[in-house]
């Protein structure tokens, strides 16, 4: 793309011309530039797809404007060392003065100041300039457009990277160019740092007068207490009907209210009432004085016994181990003497039982009425062959046992017989892998033994580029050295 495009757009902004599609203002164009430039990287997308991403997420509509947020990505990203070699020394030099959070700015005012200012022209550099903070452009001005800067902190580096005719005349000669124009630019933003700086302060100052009471036009609020009438006590009403409390209080003793004198003599009796007590159980204390013994201790007494066993008898309703305290059994029931309480479902139950067998009686009167026989007979042969039944029927289970032995032994032996089978050929499948291992070891060393030497030619054939490219840099930094 030609500058001349870049140039006419920021143009048309600072005019304010264009046509019915909405243009992007000075600063927010320089805003967008930051942006699209801080948002790159490169490990994750392309310059094209995060460019077109760019512009369609913020709706950047103007042909004029996408093709100079293009440019200036592109050219970011192509000088890449050229800037970060520059704003490494501007941060050095004027880390007290600039935030690190402006690299991204710093990266596209020095790709604009140092490579594309004579196409975009020194009146649109102005107004991109102006609708950014005052301070940080005039340390970016001042650092970029000094002669000393240039020749002293930038030129020896940028050498190490590119041609010198290069660095001479397209960068630190254009430069020097504009620095006539570029200091009254400085101090007009310099101006509207120290103004701002005086507005502050006036505004503090005039706050701090306000908080005094002195400034503002000499009115100032009389602050006023309000009008608040004062509240009247609350009288307590009189109880109508008197409390019954259960009890009468005893009145205040008469000699609450004596004289000094009479209370004088009550102290005096209260202390020889004192004195008297203490000399009674002084004496009473000595054991000369004690006429009295007691026969009951003299006799002799189980009293100590009888604590030690009830102490134990305590202890052991707590022993709650069941180590130390006697197995007690239940009684055993008396065969015939258990007393069966009987409810109402045992009754029906015994009821019910009785009426069973009353009508299987009362069925063989009326069999035996009816068919003029007696089925005794037949209830013993029924019950002979029940019998017979039984012992068939058990005498099958016995040999459904014995076959179902002699099956499990017979499939044990099956078991063993086919892990035997097993054994053999899993050694004889290890014997084949264990030669096809030795075939494929020989085979992969013979194969790495090619790649080894493919790869050493390849190797023999990289290191040629490489070696030129140092040869170049090595001759660079000598031509810089000599320049120096």
Request: charged share 30%; hydrophobic share 40%; with cysteine.
């Given at each position: 793309e030609s500058g001349t495009a870049m140039a006419a757009s920021s143009w048309m902004h600072a005019s304010g011309e264009g046509n019915e599609v909405k243009r992007l203002e000075v600063g927010e164009l320089v805003r967008h530039c930051e942006q699209l430039v801080h948002t790159y990287n490169a490990g994750r997308t392309t310059i094209d797809t995060h460019t077109d991403e760019f512009l369609a997420e913020?709706?950047?509509?103007?042909?004029?404007?996408?093709?100079?947020?293009?440019?200036?990505?592109?050219?970011?990203?192509?000088?890449?060392?050229?800037?970060?070699?520059?704003?490494?020394?501007?941060?050095?030099?004027?880390?007290?003065?600039?935030?690190?959070?402006?690299?991204?700015?710093?990266?596209?005012?020095?790709?604009?100041?140092?490579?594309?200012?004579?196409?975009?022209?020194?009146?649109?550099?102005?107004?991109?300039?102006?609708?950014?903070?005052?301070?940080?452009?005039?340390?970016?001005?001042?650092?970029?457009?000094?002669?000393?800067?240039?020749?002293?902190?930038?030129r020896p580096e940028w050498l190490k990277h590119y041609e010198p005719v290069f660095v001479d005349d397209q960068l630190v000669a254009k430069a020097l160019v504009f620095v006539p124009q570029v200091e009254p630019l400085v101090d007009a933003l310099e101006g509207a740092i120290a103004e701002a700086a005086a507005k502050r302060e006036a505004d503090a100052e005039a706050v701090r007068l306000l908080a005094e009471g002195k400034g503002g036009k000499g009115e100032h609020t009389v602050p006023e207490p309000f009008e608040l009438s004062q509240p009247r006590f609350r009288t307590v009403p009189v109880p109508e009907e008197a409390v019954d409390v259960g009890f009468t209080a005893v009145p205040v003793p008469a000699s609450t209210y004596l004289g000094s004198t009479k209370l004088r003599d009550r102290v005096e009796l209260d202390k020889l009432k004192r004195q008297n007590?203490?000399?009674?159980?002084?004496?009473?204390?000595?054991?000369?004085?004690?006429?009295?013994?007691?026969?009951?201790?003299?006799?002799?007494?189980?009293?100590?016994?009888?604590?030690?066993?009830?102490?134990?008898?305590?202890?052991?309703?707590?022993?709650?181990?069941?180590?130390?305290?006697?197995?007690?059994?239940?009684?055993k029931p008396k065969p015939g003497a258990g007393n069966v309480r009987l409810n109402s479902a045992a009754v029906l139950r015994e009821d019910n039982l009785y009426r069973k067998k009353q009508e299987q009686e009362a069925a063989k009167l009326r069999a035996y009425e009816a068919e003029l026989r007696d089925s005794s007979e037949f209830d013993e042969w029924r019950d002979r062959m029940r019998k017979v039944d039984d012992e068939a029927e058990r005498a099958r289970m016995e040999r459904r046992r014995v076959e179902a032995l002699v099956a499990d032994e017979a499939a044990r032996e099956s078991k063993l017989r086919q892990a035997n089978d097993n054994k053999a050929v899993a050694i004889a499948a290890r014997a084949a892998a264990s030669q096809g291992t030795v075939r494929r070891l020989k085979e992969t060393a013979a194969r790495r033994q090619a790649q080894l030497a493919v790869v050493a030619?390849?190797?023999?054939?990289?290191?040629r580029p490489a070696l030129a490219v140092e040869e170049l840099r090595q001759a660079k930094l000598a031509g810089a050295a000599r320049t120096r």
């Open positions: 913020h709706r950047v509509r103007d042909p004029d404007d996408a093709r100079f947020l293009q440019q200036v990505m592109y050219g970011c990203v192509r000088y890449k060392k050229l800037l970060k070699i520059f704003i490494s020394s501007l941060y050095f030099k004027h880390s007290g003065e600039s935030q690190r959070s402006d690299a991204s700015l710093y990266m596209v005012f020095g790709y604009l100041a140092l490579l594309r200012l004579s196409e975009l022209g020194f009146a649109d550099f102005r107004a991109l300039v102006k609708s950014q903070e005052s301070h940080t452009m005039s340390v970016f001005l001042r650092f970029l457009f000094n002669e000393q800067n240039l020749k002293t902190w930038l007590r203490e000399q009674q159980q002084a004496k009473y204390a000595d054991p000369v004085a004690q006429p009295f013994k007691l026969k009951m201790l003299e006799r002799p007494t189980n009293l100590e016994k009888v604590k030690q066993e009830v102490e134990a008898a305590r202890q052991a309703a707590c022993d709650f181990d069941r180590k130390n305290r006697p197995v007690v059994l239940p009684p030619e390849v190797h023999s054939q990289r290191e």
